[in-house]
């Protein structure tokens, strides 16, 4: 027994030379600094007290220093308080005004040469619609094939309601209905063995051959109207007209060549046309005026004038006209392009690739009409390009005297575009009957022109020289057209972002210094403070951890 009990008191002294008793292992292995502290009870009040005294920031140091009465630090407590508040609100407010206007347009350059900017496309159309010739032909061939055997006369009568499928106005729908059947039976397209009332119209529209007596380009006299001309016949919303310069896409989807540029001003180096009004031709006047309409546009979009972007002008016969152009384009800088389209309110030119190689206000809004069309009247107008409708399967049928009720009755909401519904009291009937195209947003680059005209009497030429109504007796008859741009240089504005990343941090860090004294001093002495309480926080709980795995082994050893 006594033997034991020394073998006993021997283990225990050897593991006391080596150990001291109570000392966890995990203890042994750390230094005693770090144990001195691990072992102190973590006051997160001190640590803040300990920042609030070193940091670089305004006015924090006083809740820490200890010889501040409670009621002084109260009342630091409510200025850092009432600072904090304002700063905020500050700030905010500066946000909500600069995401609601991101981006600003200033004028650029004001010597922007001219020879940059494209030669507007230019659109004449006659405001007789239907050829006295033309519409004679037309009804001796319908006479022929009539079976109750009416004159000449009648049918004339008839073929002035194909007037009506211009303007969608009628007066006797059952005269209207009535021809309608006739055409239907006895004026059948080869193609299709069904009328057509754009084949009609084709043949019953003022040639170009015919107005167009002569054009020139830089003072350079050129063929209007021949192969690889510089003149083509294009299809607008007042019908068939002859065209210049339009480079958008046409019927059949085609791209034309690049657009003409002028790099000299003046009345004489612009374009002159010389026009024949064919007085004695009036059929069916869409006017009531005798001579011209003249439109004046993008060359890149369709001429639509509810689209905005066209500029008209009406032509009278005996006159030269002289119409000035001016023209202000507007850039978009790319970094436009990061913001949506709600917010910087426009399109770029290659965004929506479904209106063409490049985007045009008016191309969408022709395409969001003819969708309109289509939905309520089951038919698409024959001036409407097609090339604008929604890829279908199904075919398109062209609109005929039949169509004219329904035309007439969607006529004004056809002719008002919206692109924003905004509630106005008193107008909510004048929204729902608008056309709705959200999408129809301006273009962020384009080239905007303005036209000022002036017309003198045109008198007969008597001079030996160069005239461009050399050979004509009678100028009551005819009428000179003259389009140019009146100085060599012109306006061009930039749109671009408000402010840049750096722009905005520099704002904001302009108020969080003035209002809190603050800096990225301070923003890393706080991301330090918060660093070192989550070690500190987390080396503490592990140390109680690991104390408290040991602690079994250390009674057992007692």
Same mark, same amino acid.
């Given at each position: 027994?006594?033997?034991?009990?020394?073998?006993?008191?021997?283990?225990?002294?050897?593991?006391?030379?080596?150990?001291?008793?109570?000392?966890?292992?995990?203890?042994?292995?750390?230094?005693?600094?770090?144990?001195?502290?691990?072992?102190?009870?973590?006051?997160?009040?001190?640590?803040?007290?300990?920042?609030?005294?070193?940091?670089?920031?305004?006015?924090?140091?006083?809740?820490?220093?200890?010889?501040?009465?409670?009621?002084?630090?109260?009342?630091?407590?409510?200025?850092?308080?009432?600072?904090?508040?304002?700063?905020?609100?500050?700030?905010?407010?500066?946000?909500?005004?600069?995401?609601?206007?991101p981006l600003i347009t200033t004028l650029h350059d004001t010597i922007y040469p001219i020879n940059l900017v494209p030669f507007?496309?230019?659109?004449?159309?006659?405001?007789?619609?239907?050829?006295?010739?033309?519409?004679?032909?037309?009804?001796?061939?319908?006479?022929?094939?009539?079976?109750?055997?009416?004159?000449?006369?009648?049918?004339?009568?008839?073929?002035?309601?194909?007037?009506?499928?211009?303007?969608?106005?009628?007066?006797?729908?059952?005269?209207m209905t009535k021809f309608q059947e006739f055409l239907d039976l006895n004026d059948v397209s080869n193609g299709t063995g069904?009328?057509?009332?754009?084949?009609?119209?084709?043949?019953?529209?003022?040639?170009?051959?015919?107005?167009?007596?002569?054009?020139?380009?830089?003072?350079?006299?050129?063929?209007?109207?021949?192969?690889?001309?510089?003149?083509?016949?294009?299809?607008?919303?007042?019908?068939?007209?002859?065209?210049?310069?339009?480079?958008?896409?046409?019927?059949?989807?085609?791209?034309?060549?690049?657009?003409?540029?002028?790099?000299?001003?003046?009345?004489?180096?612009?374009?002159?046309?010389?026009?024949?009004?064919?007085?004695?031709?009036?059929?069916?006047?869409?006017?009531?005026?005798?001579?011209?309409?003249?439109?004046?546009?993008?060359?890149?979009?369709?001429?639509?004038?509810?689209?905005?972007?066209?500029?008209?002008?009406?032509?009278?016969?005996?006159?030269?006209?002289?119409?000035?152009?001016?023209?202000?384009?507007?850039?978009?800088?790319?970094?436009?392009?990061?913001? #949506?389209?709600? =917010?910087? %309110?426009?399109?770029?030119?290659?965004?929506? $690739?479904?209106?063409?190689?490049?985007? !045009?206000? /008016?191309?969408?809004?022709?395409?969001?009409?003819?969708?309109?069309?289509?939905?309520?009247?089951?038919?698409?107008?024959?001036?409407?390009?097609?090339?604008?409708?929604?890829?279908?399967?199904?075919?398109?049928?062209?609109?005929?005297?039949?169509?004219?009720?329904?035309l007439n009755k969607y006529k004004i909401k056809w002719s008002t575009v919206i692109t924003d519904i905004v509630r106005i009291?008193?107008?909510?009937?004048?929204?729902?009957?608008?056309?709705?195209?959200?999408?129809?947003?301006?273009?962020? #680059?384009?080239? =905007?022109? %303005?036209?000022?005209?002036?017309?003198?009497? $045109?008198?007969?030429?008597?001079?030996? !020289?160069? /005239?461009?109504?050399?050979?004509?007796?009678?100028?009551?008859?005819?009428?000179?057209?003259?389009?140019?741009?009146?100085?060599?240089?012109?306006?061009?504005?930039?749109?671009?972002?408000?402010?840049?990343?750096?722009?905005?941090?520099?704002?904001?860090?302009?108020?969080?210094?003035?209002?809190?004294?603050?800096?990225?001093?301070?923003?890393?002495?706080?991301?330090?403070?918060?660093?070192?309480?989550?070690?500190?926080?987390?080396?503490?709980?592990?140390?109680?951890?690991?104390?408290?795995?040991?602690?079994?082994?250390?009674?057992?050893?007692?």
């Amino acid at each position: 027994m006594i033997k034991a009990n020394a073998q006993k008191r021997r283990k225990l002294s050897t593991i006391s030379s080596g150990t001291a008793v109570g000392t966890p292992i995990a203890e042994r292995d750390e230094p005693p600094q770090t144990r001195g502290r691990l072992r102190e009870r973590y006051r997160f009040t001190e640590e803040l007290f300990q920042l609030f005294g070193s940091i670089t920031a305004h006015c924090y140091r006083q809740l820490a220093q200890k010889d501040r009465s409670v009621w002084e630090r109260l009342f630091w407590l409510l200025m850092l308080i009432l600072e904090a508040a304002t700063l905020v609100a500050i700030i905010i407010s500066a946000w909500g005004k600069f995401t609601a206007n991101p981006l600003i347009t200033t004028l650029h350059d004001t010597i922007y040469p001219i020879n940059l900017v494209p030669f507007p496309a230019i659109s004449l159309c006659n405001n007789n619609r239907i050829s006295r010739t033309a519409a004679l032909r037309y009804a001796r061939q319908l006479a022929e094939k009539d079976t109750e055997r009416h004159n000449v006369s009648y049918f004339l009568e008839q073929i002035v309601l194909l007037g009506k499928l211009y303007d969608f106005d009628y007066e006797n729908l059952h005269q209207m209905t009535k021809f309608q059947e006739f055409l239907d039976l006895n004026d059948v397209s080869n193609g299709t063995g069904m009328y057509n009332a754009l084949e009609t119209l084709t043949k019953l529209s003022p040639r170009c051959e015919d107005m167009l007596l002569r054009c020139f380009w830089k003072s350079i006299e050129l063929p209007c109207m021949l192969r690889n001309d510089m003149v083509e016949v294009r299809r607008t919303q007042y019908g068939f007209c002859c065209t210049f310069n339009f480079i958008g896409h046409n019927e059949d989807n085609e791209i034309h060549p690049p657009s003409y540029f002028l790099d000299v001003t003046g009345p004489e180096m612009g374009l002159v046309l010389l026009l024949n009004g064919s007085s004695n031709d009036y059929f069916y006047n869409l006017f009531n005026n005798i001579g011209f309409n003249l439109q004046i546009f993008n060359p890149s979009e369709v001429p639509d004038s509810t689209a905005g972007g066209v500029n008209e002008q009406f032509v009278h016969l005996g006159t030269e006209t002289f119409i000035r152009v001016d023209a202000i384009t507007i850039n978009s800088e790319p970094d436009v392009l990061r913001y #949506s389209r709600q =917010k910087r %309110q426009c399109v770029f030119r290659n965004e929506l $690739l479904k209106y063409g190689a490049n985007y !045009g206000r /008016s191309n969408c809004v022709a395409a969001c009409r003819l969708r309109s069309v289509l939905a309520l009247c089951e038919c698409v107008p024959f001036y409407m390009p097609t090339a604008a409708a929604t890829a279908s399967s199904k075919s398109i049928t062209t609109c005929n005297l039949q169509h004219i009720a329904c035309l007439n009755k969607y006529k004004i909401k056809w002719s008002t575009v919206i692109t924003d519904i905004v509630r106005i009291p008193g107008l909510e009937k004048e929204m729902e009957e608008s056309l709705y195209c959200p999408e129809c947003l301006p273009s962020c #680059s384009a080239s =905007k022109y %303005q036209i000022t005209a002036s017309e003198l009497p $045109l008198i007969r030429s008597r001079r030996n !020289g160069f /005239s461009i109504t050399a050979g004509i007796e009678n100028v009551a008859d005819v009428a000179v057209v003259r389009i140019f741009f009146g100085q060599p240089e012109t306006w061009m504005y930039k749109q671009n972002v408000a402010y840049y990343w750096f722009e905005i941090f520099s704002n904001f860090g302009g108020m969080f210094g003035i209002m809190a004294g603050m800096s990225l001093i301070t923003l890393m002495e706080v991301v330090y403070f918060v660093g070192r309480q989550l070690v500190l926080v987390f080396a503490t709980r592990s140390w109680s951890a690991r104390l408290r795995a040991h602690k079994p082994n250390l009674e057992l050893l007692q």
